[in-house]
């Protein structure tokens, strides 16, 4: 298959992205408009000396970051959540089952609390949702480097 020549950037053409501009009109509007990329008007704005004004878009991405970090946030606190009780279930009541025998019977019985295996597994998945919740919001610092914790404790000791 061919490859088109594009349509040529002529005088007209500048005249509409320089008329356009003065409307106040974005480079993707005008882009729009005008059936061209926004490479190309950008390249004809710079060649005629126009210039956008990026303030919406700047106060657009310091909106989406501020957005994102406070869903960040709120994850890291639902991480945090799942540890505290997963590390609960430790300590609590369970019920313990499995099949076996010829037969393949099932069995179950409650205990105090969970096996040493399951423990395990517990705590392995609540230091992995810990870890996760520490990357996402990491803990504040201060000039010395300590966490707001290590400082708190540094203090209470008399240090």
């Given at each position: 298959m061919a490859r088109q020549s594009p349509r040529p950037v002529t005088e007209e053409t500048d005249e509409e992205v320089r008329q356009l501009h003065a409307e106040g009109l974005s480079r993707n509007e005008i882009a729009r408009r005008l059936q061209r990329s926004g490479r190309t008007i950008s390249v004809i704005a710079a060649r005629l000396g126009l210039s956008f004004d990026r303030t919406a878009t700047e106060e657009a991405t310091r909106a989406r970051q501020a957005d994102l970090a406070e869903r960040r946030a709120i994850?890291?606190?639902?991480?945090?959540?799942?540890?505290?009780?997963?590390?609960?279930?430790?300590?609590?009541?369970?019920?313990?089952w499995n099949f076996g025998g010829k037969d393949n019977d099932y069995n179950e019985r409650d205990v105090p609390e969970p096996p040493a295996d399951a423990k395990r597994a517990l705590m392995?998945?609540?230091?992995?949702?810990?870890?996760?919740?520490?990357?996402?919001?990491?803990?504040?610092?201060?000039?010395?480097?300590?966490?707001?914790?290590?400082t708190w404790l540094r203090g209470m000791?008399?240090?």
């Open positions: 994850l890291a606190e639902a991480l945090q959540d799942d540890a505290e009780r997963l590390t609960e279930q430790m300590w609590e009541p369970a019920k313990i392995s998945t609540a230091a992995q949702a810990i870890d996760r919740s520490l990357k996402l919001v990491p803990p504040e610092t201060d000039q010395q480097g300590l966490a707001a914790v290590d000791m008399g240090d």
